[in-house]
């Protein structure tokens, strides 16, 4: 079997280039994957869905893999849709839903662009890949490299949370720090790709990350029986989680597949220690500007620099949302309010989303009414900087009871 693409197409001027040969980006900005939806349409209807495994590959028809052995899987499963009811309340909307993409393979979301990026390369036997990440991306694409059995090289800016950078070396990649940020680390991975020969997997630099990510937003439709919420709550780092959702709900809205013409308000999410997105919403601009210093603890969040802003900007207004800051300082109590409230592992990155929520409902964006979705990109566990406490000591001769009864 191919695929349905019919070609691939430059976000920024819609010049057509072909598919099913390697490419990258076109004038320095991303590549839009093309398919033939009506052609979709009549190989598969929504319901045949029903009788297939779980996990993103079910959306086969609307992927870009076109020969099935060259697909590269973790088992990635679909993810759940928790119902968060005390948080909602705490928050002041009427319904809050977890997207919980911690449970996917290494622990964060980034397995979903990961798992189409690598099977694409492999597609096109490319067998050397290297990225810059500033977190969770690098051990997600060492763990695809390593079931595929490619090369991975991951460039980390020297602040990257601990357990991201053990974690690709675990997988066999080679891992370096840099004493840069993760845009310094691109444009070493850049050079290395014409120096070296690597392929650059970094976000929005090679087509089909955003065919994965895409996925959330098929599997969010598909969960909630076609019906999408009024409102979804991203972080935002490099965007693709955010540009690729709006592209399935436009390709479901083609397809026919969605139960109502109306799409929901998206609102992408950053840490006002690194907010170029916001700030250029904000500005009515629609290319953004890096922050002087950009810092943040929610580390997915630290991109000063994104090739795909516009993509991000011009989805975030077309669909009625808005970009918006969260308090740096919020982020550990919001991490703490969901877990303690709904037994959830939220990274910070979606802590600074739950704070944007809360915002948006005191300043009006989101009615009291209205259903709301929030994306959990990646477990806590992952950011043990964040979650460290001191803990108190027991004393194993001399309990104090008293104590101990009083606290429980
Ligand atoms: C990468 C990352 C983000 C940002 O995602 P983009 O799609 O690049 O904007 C958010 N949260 C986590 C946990 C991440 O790893």
Not at 108 to 132: C, D, H, T
Request: hydrophobic share 45%; glycine share 10%.
């Amino acid at each position: 079997m191919t695929s349905f693409v019919t070609h691939l197409e430059s976000a920024l001027d819609g010049t057509h280039l072909p598919a099913r040969t390697v490419q990258t980006v076109h004038e320095g900005r991303p590549l839009w994957v093309r398919y033939d939806l009506d052609a979709v349409g009549r190989a598969v209807a929504r319901d045949d869905l029903r009788g297939r495994s779980s996990g993103l590959w079910r959306y086969r028809e609307l992927l870009p893999v076109d020969d099935p052995g060259c697909v590269v899987s973790l088992g990635e499963t679909t993810t759940p849709l928790v119902d968060c009811p005390r948080l909602a309340r705490a928050l002041g909307v009427r319904r809050l839903l977890v997207k919980d993409e911690s449970r996917l393979p290494t622990g964060s979301f980034k397995a979903r662009g990961m798992a189409m990026a690598v099977s694409m390369a492999k597609q096109f036997g490319i067998e050397r890949l290297a990225i810059p990440t500033a977190g969770n991306a690098g051990g997600a694409l060492a763990a695809y490299a390593a079931k595929a059995g490619m090369s991975c090289t991951v460039l980390m800016p020297e602040d990257t949370p601990e357990v991201n950078r053990y974690e690709a070396g675990l997988f066999g990649a080679r891992v370096f720090l840099v004493d840069g940020l993760i845009n310094d680390c691109g444009a070493l991975v850049r050079e290395g790709a014409e120096r070296v020969g690597w392929f650059d997997v970094s976000t929005l630099k090679e087509p089909y990350r955003i065919e994965g990510k895409k996925t959330m937003g098929l599997e969010l439709a598909e969960q909630l029986d076609w019906e999408l919420p009024d409102a979804i709550f991203y972080p935002t780092g490099g965007g693709t989680g955010l540009i690729g959702m709006w592209k399935a709900f436009a390709e479901l809205s083609a397809l026919g597949w969605l139960a109502s013409d109306a799409r929901p308000r998206m609102f992408s999410c950053q840490a006002d220690g690194c907010a170029p997105i916001a700030t250029a919403f904000d500005e009515g601009e629609r290319f953004a500007r890096a922050p002087d210093a950009p810092r943040t603890e929610a580390s997915g969040l630290r991109v000063p620099v994104a090739v795909g802003d516009f993509m991000i900007l011009d989805a975030v207004r077309e669909s009625g949302g808005r970009a918006m800051a969260g308090a740096e300082s919020a982020i550990r109590p919001r991490m703490r309010q969901a877990a303690s409230l709904e037994g959830l592992s939220l990274c910070p990155e979606s802590a600074v989303c739950l704070e944007v929520l809360a915002d948006a409902v005191a300043q009006g964006h989101v009615g009291a009414a209205e259903t709301v979705v929030v994306f959990n990109t990646g477990a806590a566990q992952k950011y043990v900087e964040v979650m460290r406490t001191e803990l108190p000591r027991l004393d194993r001769a001399a309990p104090d009871w008293d104590a101990l009864g009083a606290g429980a």
